[in-house]
């Protein structure tokens, strides 16, 4: 299959280019920058351009048969920063759309979803400019495309090889026995990034996965406190968690805003960011849906780490 895939330079897009490239399909990617060397070959084509930027897509989808549209605006100060990159990008993809695609997979983000209520167990909706610019982006595809060509993936806290997030905690456990946690439970549902490439590949093929909504996280949903003690012992190490109001956490995003002015691109650390961390129930309605619809069998988190931590001491990261 001729397939136009965007994000290629990312954590998620390069482990879902790979595994496209190794199942015999060829593939356009829509990149900014070059991407890294080991997806190019005689089934790769580069189409440089920013998604931003209408006029430099203009014939990306020619020749194509479906799409894997992976790239998306992470942080920002403002809504409009989200808008430009999230539903603007989608949109303007979807404008090169001139013949009928066998599918369009779009990865959304459980923030469209938002968190659970956390005693009636139903989504509040997206609380966050980020959150609510994936739910746009989604309602935008509906709008242009007919109904089974495409499938929204809406992934929880994706990690594993290659991930460069959990990295600093692992760093911090080198040397260190303590490390803040909020004070107050907050649960995440985490997905191994291996796991979520094998259902894209089987929602880019299958024919029940056409216009469908599927959340994806593994089978636990572990506190904070749970994924870094878990981090700790699959290094071997001791960790002392220390409690961390919630009033730390708004104190975080004003120092945050302080040290990065507006014109600078966003930290980890930010107001956005912030409203999704003072949720206490990240999870999907039915997390079990996604897997058991395609046959997979999630990885669990002690495992997922454990090669995580491998592929960081492989990799010289560690």
């Not at 879902?16 to 829509?30: F, N």
């Not at 739910?135 to 499938?151: G, M």
């Not at 878990?230 to 071997?236: P, V």
Request: proline share 9%; with cysteine.
């Amino acid at each position: 299959m001729r397939i136009l895939l965007t994000g290629a330079t990312g954590f998620i897009g390069h482990a879902v280019a790979w595994a496209l490239l190794e199942r015999g399909h060829s593939l356009r990617l829509v990149v900014r920058r070059p991407p890294p060397s080991d997806l190019l070959g005689p089934r790769t084509e580069v189409w440089q351009a920013d998604l931003r930027d209408r006029r430099a897509l203009q014939g990306c989808m020619e020749g194509m048969e479906a799409v894997v549209h992976v790239a998306g605006q992470l942080r920002g100060w403002r809504f409009r920063a989200f808008y430009d990159g999230n539903v603007r990008a989608t949109q303007n993809l979807l404008q090169e759309v001139a013949a009928p695609l066998r599918r369009f997979v779009y990865f959304s983000s459980l923030a469209a979803q938002g968190p659970l209520h956390p005693e009636t167990g139903r989504p509040l909706g997206p609380v966050s400019h980020y959150g609510r610019s994936k739910r746009l982006a989604e309602e935008a595809i509906r709008r242009r495309l007919p109904e089974p060509s495409w499938v929204f993936l809406r992934p929880g806290v994706v990690y594993g090889p290659g991930d460069r997030a959990l990295l600093p905690f692992f760093r911090w456990l080198l040397r260190h026995r303590r490390l803040p946690v909020p004070a107050r439970p907050r649960r995440l549902g985490l997905v191994y990034v291996e796991d979520l490439v094998a259902f894209t590949l089987w929602a880019l093929e299958a024919p029940e996965a056409a216009g469908r909504t599927f959340c994806i996280t593994g089978p636990e949903a572990p506190s904070v406190s749970e994924i870094l003690q878990q981090i700790a012992r699959t290094m071997g190490r001791d960790l002392h968690p220390v409690p961390l109001p919630g009033i730390a956490l708004k104190a975080a995003g004003l120092l945050g805003a302080l040290l990065f002015p507006l014109g600078k691109p966003a930290p980890w650390i930010n107001p956005d960011k912030l409203r999704e961390a003072r949720q206490e129930e990240w999870r999907c309605v039915q997390a079990d849906a996604w897997h058991r619809a395609a046959g997979l069998h999630p990885t669990p988190l002690e495992e997922g780490l454990r090669r995580t931590l491998a592929f960081y001491r492989q990799a010289h990261w560690l």
